[in-house]
């Protein structure tokens, strides 16, 4: 019978156990988003002696996440995204012309063009310039509720407010900014530089 050639089982030293699968910036952003929204889910259905603990964590995660994507994520789009595709990415009609004034002529219709193309180009300069507008609403909210008495009517309305303001700042960041994002900005590199900060940041709100 034949003699069956051995097989060498895979040691220890193998190169695939030791690889280890580079941070996804956005991936750990959308992480943040997620986590927020979990906590803001069990708030709303805590005891009111838990709801304290739940909020306090709630504006940790939202204070460490804003710097995060202020030091790091927005510089970064600003640097390597294409605003005029994250204009389009974010859909506005107000970058439409009207084109019944437009004459036939190459050279205006190049006009035109160059026009069009700075107004989206500033459209999408405008959408990171809001994202940190939301940013400084949400510091503001949550500083105010830090003030406020956390059984008062007040206290509900404006939480309530900083739920929403989050929702939707989430949600434009999803479908806007990350998209563009992903195509763009070199998301491992900027993995590994939130993996860093985020470290550093843990540390000192710790101490």
């Known amino acids: 019978m034949p003699k069956q050639p051995s097989q060498k089982k895979s040691g220890g030293g193998s190169s695939r156990k030791k690889t280890q699968k580079e941070p996804d910036a956005l991936e750990i952003l959308k992480g943040d988003h997620e986590m927020v929204a979990k906590l803001f889910r069990q708030h709303e259905s805590a005891a009111p002696e838990e709801q304290a603990s739940l909020a306090k964590q709630i504006f940790n995660e939202l204070e460490l996440h804003t710097v995060i994507e202020e030091e790091l994520f927005y510089p970064a789009l600003r640097e390597d995204g294409d605003l005029k595709e994250l ?114 940041l843990a540390s000192s709100m710790a101490a």
């Open 87 to 200: 204009a389009e990415l974010d859909g506005d009609d107000s970058q439409a012309i009207d084109t019944e004034s437009v004459s036939d002529e190459d050279e205006e219709e190049n006009e035109d063009e160059d026009l069009l193309d700075q107004d989206t180009e500033e459209e999408g300069e405008n959408i990171i310039t809001l994202a940190y507008e939301d940013h400084k609403a949400v510091k503001a909210l949550i500083e105010e509720l830090k003030d406020l008495d956390a059984t008062s009517d007040q206290y509900q309305s404006r939480f309530l407010e900083l739920k929403e303001a989050v929702t939707d700042h989430v949600t434009e960041e999803e479908e806007v900014l990350f998209p563009e994002a992903r195509l763009k900005v070199d998301i491992k590199k900027l993995g590994a530089e939130i993996v860093k900060r985020r470290s550093d």
